[in-house]
């Protein structure tokens, strides 16, 4: 369960049978080919079955953010921002940056939320409708970043030093803008940190009938290994779901 002080995280994500959420490493899940690539192998149940999904999770938690890694929008390779020189001092760069026309804009609904302690993902100027950035950092992020993102008023919480401490971010975001609950679906390495870090509280996985493999290959969770003599995260199953094209909704919840 949730604890009080923070927002509830619940993970929503779909994987082969062998667990894998892309077909080839540095595979960005935005990109036009990696969705091509996975919708030419969807059976046809998968569109119901993932509104189902979205409906389920917005009727129990009406969930206020959904939470990406910027690997999901950067490639690997990808370095920080640059070319904005700091016009701000670190003791206002360092703090949080929540513009008020943005956070009570007309019209705002949602958070895309996204963890880039590096800075790497270059914001296009678009029109959000319900949705509005919100940015996770630490105080290790370049502060020329930290001033491209005011420039283009995106908002953005720091948390963390080295990187981004990912429950302060949870702690921060519930106590600063009331999101109660967050949706996960985001890839493995930031998947992999917060379970590592135990603050998944609910999964939602949808199981595609065939598998990828490949050695280096994203699953739904990557990161950091278990230590020695740590334990694996146990989980209840709440419901599963069986369509006849062999597409698997399965529910879990922390234990």
Request: net charge negative; with cysteine; proline share 5%.
């Amino acid at each position: 369960m949730a604890n009080d002080d923070r927002a509830r995280v619940v993970m929503a994500v779909g994987m082969s049978v062998d667990g894998r959420i892309a077909h080839r490493r540095d595979q960005l899940w935005f990109d036009e080919d990696a969705k091509r690539d996975w919708e030419a192998v969807k059976p046809a149940s998968t569109p119901s079955l993932e509104a189902a999904r979205s409906e389920l999770i917005d009727r129990l938690y009406q969930p206020q953010a959904i939470l990406e890694g910027s690997g999901s929008l950067a490639r690997s390779t990808a370095g920080p921002v640059a070319g904005l020189p700091p016009e701000e001092p670190p003791e206002v760069l360092y703090s949080d940056f929540l513009p008020d026309e943005v956070v009570h804009r007309q019209g705002h609904e949602r958070w895309f939320t996204t963890v880039d302690s590096r800075g790497r993902v270059e914001w296009e100027d678009e029109d959000h409708g319900e949705w509005d950035v919100l940015v996770l950092v630490s105080r290790a992020t370049p502060a020329a970043y930290l001033q491209f993102l005011r420039m283009r008023r995106l908002c953005y919480l720091v948390a963390g030093d080295e990187r981004v401490d990912l429950a302060e971010a949870l702690r921060k975001m519930k106590a600063s803008l009331g999101v109660t609950c967050v949706k996960s679906t985001a890839g493995g390495g930031l998947n992999g940190a917060l379970l590592r870090a135990g603050l998944i509280d609910e999964i939602h996985l949808m199981v595609s009938p065939y598998a990828i493999g490949g050695a280096g290959t994203p699953t739904i969770f990557d990161g950091v290994p278990l230590a020695k003599g740590e334990l694996p995260t146990n989980l209840r199953l709440l419901s599963t779901h069986a369509e006849s094209d062999g597409m698997l909704w399965l529910r879990y919840e922390v234990a």
